[in-house]
């Protein structure tokens, strides 16, 4: 099966679909039913991010794990219907009739929510709905702060005080990821990891920025949990084209760019004894190079 569970992970960056997109971080709902078909065919298997983070990949031998990650929690990628059920044209409803297409392909994601998730006011049920259909809820501040631009303090508010609306809406929540809102790092950048304003405490095991590569696996040397890179899904066209998920997508495809694959054991990691320099040290007892 040729594992290499040292090999880079595609985490996918998405944010409302829209039948006329209007930026580049728009998709069409076809075109992202498109990218779920491909990343289905070609053996990927969704994970959210804290399993991504964390180094707990659980998916079949011979497949790949991809991180779907929804910013800004818009209607289009989640609402749900009068009878309870994710409307079909969302992100999730669209996500659960591919992962029904395709045993196997699972239908989890990750959602970085603002104040009032998905226009429902505190998000209560919303959040529960995710969370009990095992989606993650992640931190993306509470008002949208581009962290960069204020003082430590501010920028600890922003997030502690989101860490506090979603545990309202679903207590006893662990919020383990966050998001930076326009990728921008707060100053210092460990106040992304950790902090606490106003009694409320935040920490996070992986923090993830704007763009515009594959992320390297976590059991990497180069993996660093404060600043994990994301790819933004977008045709092989337009602005920072050589970026966009469609071209990675066929790098790591082609083996330009040497892609996670899993040996089926989550206790252990594989790969080729050549590849052993990349093994973080951390990681050196369950290593089973060949």
């Known amino acids: ?10 985490v996918l960056m998405y ?9 580049v971080y728009d998709r069409t709902p076809q075109d992202f039913r498109a990218e779920l078909e ?4 070609e053996r990927y298997v969704p994970i959210t991010a804290r ?6 990949i659980d998916i079949p031998a011979g497949t790949h794990p991809v991180v779907l990650t929804f910013d800004d929690s818009t209607v289009s990628q989640f609402r749900l219907s009068t009878d309870g059920r994710p409307a079909s044209d969302t992100s999730v409803g669209i996500l659960l009739d591919v992962a029904r297409k395709h045993p196997g392909f699972r239908p989890v994601a990750s959602f970085f929510v603002n104040a009032d998730p998905f226009r429902e006011p505190g998000g209560r049920k919303s959040l529960n709905w995710l969370a009990t259909h095992e989606f993650e809820v992640g931190n993306h501040t509470l008002r949208h ?22 545990t309202q809406a679903v207590p006893g929540l662990s919020v383990v990821s966050m998001a930076l809102p326009n990728g921008s790092m707060p100053h210092p ?6 902090g606490a304003a106003n009694g409320t405490r935040y920490q996070h095991q992986g923090v993830y920025l704007v763009g515009a590569n594959p992320a390297p696996s976590p059991f990497s040397t180069t993996f660093d949990p404060g600043a994990i890179p994301r790819i933004r ?4 066209t337009g602005p920072d084209a050589q970026f966009t998920s469609t071209a990675w997508l066929d790098k790591l495809r082609d083996g330009t760019v040497k892609r996670y694959t899993s040996d089926g054991d989550p206790k252990k990691i594989s790969f080729p004894r050549a590849e052993a320099a990349r ?11 060949y």
């Open 1 to 10: 099966m040729q594992a290499d569970e040292l090999g880079a992970v595609p």
């Open 15 to 23: 944010h409302q679909l829209a039948a006329k997109p209007r930026s």
């Open 38 to 41: 491909r990343l289905a065919r």
């Open 51 to 56: 399993e991504f983070s964390s180094g707990k």
């Open 145 to 166: 702060t581009t962290l960069g631009t204020v003082d430590d303090a501010t920028a600890q508010k922003a997030i502690a005080d989101n860490q506090k609306a979603i």
């Open 189 to 194: 950048p460990q106040l992304a990891l950790k």
């Open 233 to 236: 899904s977008q045709a092989a």
């Open 279 to 289: 093994l973080a040290p951390a990681h050196r007892q369950a290593a089973r190079p």
